[in-house]
């Protein structure tokens, strides 16, 4: 009897440590598998966030300067119609051309460097002497990092173009920096998706590589722009949006 009592006192102990074995196992099991989850939410966390925070740049770099998506950056995302061409290089006679810009009521003195950006200027004289610009309006305004009045856009928003795009950059700033009164080319993310866009530069910006081709300066008015039209801020108050005073172009007259 004594050496049954004993059998059957081992096998409850060997049940109990079986058991006990058993349930540590699971817990083990269970920790693991909340580790793995755990990482691998933090893995997908951290992905969504680069992203994010990769598209956000992008969208503000090559939407706007930013696009062109002035990201902050300048750019255009135009949608081309076969329209027309591109003007050839030749007709900026590799030379400065000066001239005025009206928007709205403001009227801009301008100089084109044909020598540094003949494509460019080529471009933007065979648009203004056909009257492709006059009567669009100046679609974007950015107010924060970047300083810049987009126009040229037939759409209105952004999206649109010439009928055609061209590259490559020309005359593009080596350390960024584009001061006040710089009058350059908007593109998409791709550099040789210039088309009719163009932004100037009211207050001293960064913009970021490969950059946006510099193709002309403001010399007179630019304090007149500031305070008739960029200083009102954008329509629904955020720092990238439509001008909330309307800002339409002109006659651009050059030689």
Known sequence: MANRSAREKAEREARKRARSYSIRQQVHELRGRRRRRDDVVAVIAFVLIVGLATTA??????????????????????????????????????????????IDSVKLGVSLNGKKAPQAVANFIDLAETGFYTGLTCHRLTTAVI??????????????????????????????????????????????????????????????????????????????????????????GSTDGKPKVTATLGPILVK
């Not at 950056?73 to 061409?85: E, F, L």
């Not at 400065?96 to 810009?101: F, K, L, V, Y």
């Not at 001293?204 to 008015?221: E, N, Q």
């Open 57 to 102: 740049q992008v969208g503000f770099f090559t939407l706007g300067p930013g696009a062109p998506k002035p990201s902050p950056s300048a750019s255009a995302s135009p949608t081309p119609t076969p329209t027309r061409t591109v003007a050839p290089k030749s007709l900026s006679e590799n030379r400065t051309w000066t001239g005025t810009m009206a």
């Open 147 to 236: 300083y810049v009045l987009q126009c040229g856009d037939p759409n209105g928003d952004g999206s649109g173009g010439p009928g055609y795009t061209f590259g490559p950059l020309e005359n593009v700033p080596k350390d960024g920096v584009y001061p006040a009164g710089t009058i350059a080319m908007a593109r998409g993310t791709a550099t040789d998706s210039q088309g009719s866009q163009f932004f100037i530069v009211y207050k001293d910006s960064k913009l970021p590589a490969p950059g946006y081709t510099v193709f002309g300066t403001v010399t007179s008015g630019l304090s007149a722009l500031k305070s008739t039209i960029t200083s009102k801020g954008t329509a629904n």
